[in-house]
């Protein structure tokens, strides 16, 4: 299909995360409508109108900028494709949607899908923008990493020169562009020994943290890039997934007390090596080998990027090697534990490599009372007192963990309420490493709670970009009852979550089972509760639910609900009790409950990392599973109490 005939003037245009409804006026990304202003997004219209083609700066002056003089649209184009790139997460350097072309215009680079129109015309797609001017394009599909959307990108790869290596140092003749983004893959064990890869994944998580300490550098988080491990992509490939303009990649080598590191820093644009280091050492010298490679590597980026100031006025770091081994090995035995959790029939293995983990931990501890992650670790989640005691131990011993600031204001905002005790933690967990995706998570779910939503949602696409792989939105779109792209989201997540991994299932089912009962979908509704139950192992509990259902409606399905947790000891999710009740319409009941829900249910901790699906206090107003409690005064002056703001949030769409 010719370019010029696609002419999507009249309806939704999609291309990777993001929507654009032009009859609306809308930008939205996985649902979520974005703030743009209205220059900046009629130069996405006027872009999106010829995917492909130059669209020129005289074409955009009669468009947008008719009775402006030279001076004024030039400053206003600029502040326009500023703005709109960064809203993309775009950037001139390392283009992924709008290519500059020096004095003459603007491409739109990506493929677009027109995904519906007015007159119901069926979705249809770009072809590939052509190679012009000389410059060979190439476009290829790429499926994300956790749920998302097919990404269809389009880049400019051209060969780089060599560079020279002189002994161990790589001296490049490349001029390197400016870089504001890097990922750190996993370095390769080249020991040939196995058992030696907690060593070179934990030299990998030590160069990631070291760089996440820089401000104006944004930093992919270790989940995102680990899951790039022996994965047989290019170089540019995995940058434009993890939309970054650079990558450092590397190998260790490991021989009894001799390590050989090798790292280098490479050009996502061009593939082009920057810069490239061999260290040969000791194993003690390996402790200061990551700080160094930071160094390094901040050295070729431009001049905005420091170290943050939480870093700069705190004194080096002293380790213990052995303590340091055992925490790796910990480490190691928990990524794997990790990894099983997701596999069915793996409990016992779980059990198993926590149990080392553990074991790892402890035996830091006695090596070196003073190292501090190993006291985090070995915090019980199930415990809030334990994790605010490891906490506050880690703390006292090193200010710098964002792990465990980010931690302490989890507790001290669900378990206590405490909103400016929680804030201050949040926020110095950013301060200390400014590109910590969960502590940007936990900041925006704390925003949301306090009804400021649209700095929450700033907080959510921040850690959604650090962490890209995954999912960092979705409990954006549950708190602001976007219903349609939330259940399409959860649909797809346990269509590809093993069944096995029963947290990250259950806290689907539960989600699903609040947006079909919003939506009026009883049926469904009965069933998502129903299927979260059995995911928990209380399959008998789920018959009667449903047979409930079959025998009486909706209704019928929540009271056997109900007579099956009465009857059942070990049953401890009852804060699903409250929504039972609140669904019936029987609010003496739910309010009785609703009041005491921390304390009744100690069952929510083992939820903290997915805080944003799961009812607590702090979440009163933006939990939609109180909806229906909304109109009651009891509400209200619940919230008054728990120092909420004095207005139901977005009371309009309750």
């Given at each position: 299909m010719p370019v010029q005939d696609f002419t999507p003037s009249r309806g939704v245009v999609r291309f990777n995360s993001f929507e654009v409804d032009l009859r609306a006026g809308e930008l939205r990304r996985h649902g979520i409508r974005l703030k743009l202003q209205d220059q900046p997004f009629r130069l996405l219209e006027l872009l999106l109108e010829r995917p492909g083609d130059l669209v020129t700066r005289e074409e955009l002056q009669k468009r947008i900028w008719p009775s402006d003089t030279f001076v004024d649209f030039d400053r206003g184009l600029n502040n326009a494709v500023k703005r709109l790139r960064e809203t993309l997460a775009d950037s001139a350097e390392s283009p992924r949607y709008i290519e500059t072309l020096p004095k003459r215009g603007y491409r739109f680079i990506a493929r677009i899908e027109k995904v519906a129109s007015a007159n119901g015309d069926a979705a249809v797609a770009t072809p590939p923008p052509t190679a012009r001017e000389g410059r060979p394009t190439q476009t290829k599909p790429v499926l994300s990493l956790r749920n998302w959307k097919g990404w269809v990108v389009a880049g400019v790869m051209l060969l780089a020169a060599s560079a020279v290596l002189l002994g161990n140092r790589l001296i490049g003749r490349v001029a390197p562009p400016p870089t504001h983004s890097v990922a750190v893959l996993p370095l390769e064990n080249l020991s040939g020994d196995p058992s030696q890869e907690y060593f070179a994944d934990g030299m990998t998580e030590e160069i990631i943290a070291e760089l996440s300490h820089l401000n104006g550098l944004r930093v992919i988080s270790r989940t995102s890039v680990m899951h790039y491990k022996k994965a047989d992509k290019s170089l540019p490939e995995i940058a434009r997934e993890l939309n970054v303009d650079s990558v450092v990649e590397g190998?260790?080598?490991?021989?009894?007390?001799?390590?050989?590191?090798?790292?280098?820093?490479?050009?996502?644009?061009?593939?082009?090596?920057?810069?490239?280091?061999?260290?040969?050492?000791?194993?003690?010298?390996?402790?200061?080998?990551?700080?160094?490679?930071a160094k390094s590597i901040a050295g070729k980026f431009d001049t905005s990027v420091v170290q943050s100031a939480a870093q700069r006025h705190m004194p080096p770091r002293t380790v213990n090697l052995q303590a340091h081994e055992a925490y790796l090995l910990g480490f190691h035995e928990d990524d794997i534990a990790n990894d099983l959790w997701n596999h069915a029939g793996q409990r016992k293995a779980v059990e198993e490599h926590r149990r080392r983990a553990i074991e790892f931990y402890q035996q830091a501890i006695r090596k070196d009372p003073n190292y501090a992650p190993a006291y985090l670790r070995l915090a019980d989640s199930y415990n809030p007192s334990d994790v605010e005691e490891k906490a506050r131990k880690a703390l006292e011993l090193d200010d710098r963990l964002a792990e465990a600031h980010l931690t302490l204001g989890q507790v001290l905002l669900v378990r206590d309420l405490n909103w400016q005790g929680a804030e201050k933690e949040f926020r110095r967990a950013i301060e200390v490493n400014p590109n910590y995706a969960p502590a940007y998570q936990g900041y925006a779910y704390y925003l949301d709670a306090l009804g400021r939503q649209e700095e929450g949602l700033e907080e959510y696409h921040r850690a959604q970009?650090?962490?890209?792989?995954?999912?960092?939105?979705?409990?954006?779109?549950?708190?602001?009852?976007?219903?349609?792209?939330?259940?399409?989201?959860?649909?797809?997540?346990?269509?590809?979550?093993?069944?096995?991994?029963?947290?990250?299932?259950?806290?689907?089912?539960?989600?699903l089972m609040v947006a079909y009962a919003r939506t009026g979908k009883t049926k469904e509704s009965i069933e998502e509760l129903a299927s979260g139950i059995s995911c928990m192992g209380f399959r008998d509990f789920a018959d009667e639910i449903r047979r409930g259902y079959r025998s009486g409606g909706y209704e019928a399905g929540l009271r056997a609900y109900l007579t099956g947790a009465a009857k059942r000891p070990d049953w401890v999710f009852h804060w699903i009790d409250i929504f039972v009740y609140a669904e019936l319409g029987e609010r003496d009941q739910a309010f009785s409950r609703l009041a005491r829900l921390n304390k009744d249910d100690p069952s929510l901790w083992q939820f903290v990392g997915s805080a944003d699906f799961m009812p607590t206090l702090a979440s009163l107003r933006i939990e939609p599973m109180w909806d229906r409690l909304h109109s009651d005064p009891r509400f209200g002056e619940l919230g008054h109490r728990l120092g909420l703001p004095p207005e139901p949030i977005n009371s309009s769409q309750h």
């Open positions: 190998s260790v080598l490991r021989s009894g007390d001799r390590v050989r590191i090798t790292v280098k820093l490479i050009s996502a644009r061009n593939d082009a090596n920057l810069w490239a280091e061999t260290y040969d050492g000791s194993l003690q010298d390996t402790l200061t080998v990551q700080m160094e490679v970009a650090l962490d890209p792989a995954n999912d960092h939105l979705s409990g954006a779109l549950y708190s602001r009852r976007d219903y349609t792209d939330l259940i399409d989201l959860e649909r797809r997540t346990l269509a590809t979550n093993p069944p096995g991994d029963t947290d990250a299932n259950a806290v689907a089912h539960k989600v």
